[in-house]
């Protein structure tokens, strides 16, 4: 099997999703290099992409030989009003990050045909004082950042708020390039109490091309919100791309606000971290639910971004450079010395196999705090 990385290069997200082709997303960056020792929990910036570049060039590459389709810029909570927030310690500015960080990607996509977009997050100017002005001038200062730079397109991403989100998009549409926009949000809507459907309506018509979720909550919850998305898309009779990109670890008594409501977040998260066959059933039943964008976010490691990539070998059409040094389904053991673990070289093991948390007196559910 051709083992392949990216996208044959020019292939754009629009293209290739209107070619009703698969998108691989990447994984999870923030918390990812906070356990690296790159970023400050809290604040959750990403000074990194100036101070410890190597850190994130790695994790890109790591994602991109996984499989990964698209590189999101290390930029998120990067807006200058949750850098001050966040103290800005480092005196960085927001636009040496923002510009260091398209940069990384861009070379590091350029190793593997891979797509660069240009991300913006959800903003503290927002709930403090909900001022569309204000707000739209930090989502345009950081595109103005961007647009220096070769993106290919944008990604509104971790908004809790629909409207917070269609501003962002209606910033990112004046560049004319492809904009996608994802939410973090439960099955029951969003923090207006704005229901999924009615969401991604608001996202379509303030012209995002691509409409989903990321974060908060796990696959299941995620794909719940997102075949809720496409109801109110097809009721509205509107057309949208679908994009899924969940949190890496099971979150079943999670409700709104998702896994930042539990006991365990963020430093004890560990227990919940889904296997790479949960991620096997996670990318094949988005599929099945029609959604073509389909990645991971905070806790998605490069072997999670493998599993979609072998899970959807067949579509499409060739193996991510990591399969390489696995094996599908476990296909390597056949060559381990003991006879017990060569027996677990088989798709059947794995995908029944029901793993022990090795933790006797811990609970397997936590009750999250309201918000
Ligand atoms: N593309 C980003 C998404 C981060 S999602 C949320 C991270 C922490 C949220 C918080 O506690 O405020 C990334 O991969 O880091
Ligand atoms: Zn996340």
Not at 212 to 223: E, K, S
Request: aromatic letters at 8%; a negative charge; proline letters at 5%.
């Amino acid at each position: 099997t051709l083992f392949r990385t990216g996208l044959v290069l020019g292939t754009k997200s629009s293209d290739k999703l209107n070619a009703g082709e698969v998108i691989v997303g990447d994984g999870g960056m923030v918390l990812q290099l906070e356990r690296r020792g790159y970023v400050k929990a809290g604040h959750w910036t990403p000074e990194a992409a100036v101070q410890n570049p190597e850190a994130v060039r790695q994790l890109h590459r790591e994602f991109l030989r996984a499989g990964a389709d698209v590189l999101q810029t290390f930029t998120f909570y990067c807006s200058d009003d949750k850098l001050e927030l966040s103290g800005n310690v480092t005196n960085i500015t927001g636009a040496q990050i923002n510009e260091a960080a398209c940069d990384l990607a861009r070379e590091v996509a350029d190793e593997g045909n891979a797509l660069v977009a240009g991300c913006v997050s959800q903003t503290p100017c927002y709930l403090s004082n909900r001022n569309e002005t204000e707000v739209k001038s930090l989502f345009k200062k950081q595109m103005d950042e961007f647009l220096k730079k070769d993106i290919d397109f944008f990604i509104a991403e971790f908004f809790r708020y629909a409207e917070e989100a269609a501003w962002a998009v209606q910033v990112l549409k004046t560049s004319g390039k492809t904009v996608g926009a994802t939410l973090c949000i439960s099955p029951h809507g969003d923090m207006n109490g704005l229901p999924p459907g009615e969401c991604a309506v608001h996202l379509v018509k303030a012209g995002a091309d691509i409409v989903g979720v990321n974060c908060h909550l796990d696959p299941t919850a995620c794909i719940q919100t997102v075949k809720l998305m496409k109801e109110g898309l097809d009721k509205a009779g509107l057309k949208g791309h679908l994009m899924i990109q969940p949190l890496g670890c099971q979150t079943p008594e999670c409700n709104l606000t998702g896994y930042i409501s539990l006991p365990e977040y963020p430093f004890a998260l560990e227990c919940r971290t889904l296997t790479r066959w949960d991620v096997h059933k996670y990318a094949r039943e988005a599929y099945d639910a029609g959604i073509r964008y389909i990645g991971g976010c905070c806790g998605f490691e490069a072997y999670h971004i493998r599993a979609i990539s072998e899970e959807l070998r067949a579509e499409r059409g060739f193996l991510p450079p990591a399969s390489e040094k696995h094996g599908l389904w476990g296909a390597g053991l056949e060559l381990h010395t003991k006879p017990w673990v060569r027996a677990r070289a088989q798709r059947e093991y794995w995908e029944n196999l029901l793993p022990a948390s090795g933790r006797p007196k811990c609970p397997s559910m936590a009750t999250p705090a309201d918000e």
